[in-house]
């Protein structure tokens, strides 16, 4: 099962920016559809941003125009943050589901954003 480490959280204002990272413990590309989650308190958790194994991305509506996932292979999918807003607050996670071979998903620990001046 791959190993998520997430970092690059931080407290930044309106307005600001974000870069997060996910290093995974082994090749993840072309195998593996990864995604970035977010939990704000009180709210359940939602997909924030995904990139499949063949390359296709996807974005909550919320974000989308703001924030960009991308990997750099062979184990590291980026979430990169602008324009940022209070509403973006939350504990971000990345995820990672095996698509080809043999089904596995993963978890990260999570990674803490603060939107606020």
């Known amino acids: 099962q791959v190993q998520l480490v997430e970092s690059g959280g931080g407290l930044v204002p309106p307005g600001g920016s974000l870069r997060l990272s996910c290093v995974a413990s082994e090749n993840f590309a072309g195998y593996y559809d990864m995604a970035w989650y977010r939990r704000a308190p009180g709210k359940q958790r939602e997909r924030v941003a995904k990139i499949a194994f063949t390359g296709d991305t996807y974005y909550a509506d919320s974000v989308k125009g703001r924030f960009t996932i991308e990997v750099e292979a062979p184990k590291t999918v980026y979430l990169e943050m602008n324009d940022l807003k209070p509403e973006d607050t939350a504990v971000y996670y990345c995820?990672?589901?095996?698509?080809?071979?043999?089904?596995?998903?993963?978890w990260g620990q999570g990674t803490q954003v603060t939107v606020s001046s």
């Open positions: 995820f990672a589901a095996r698509a080809v071979g043999k089904a596995a998903t993963s």
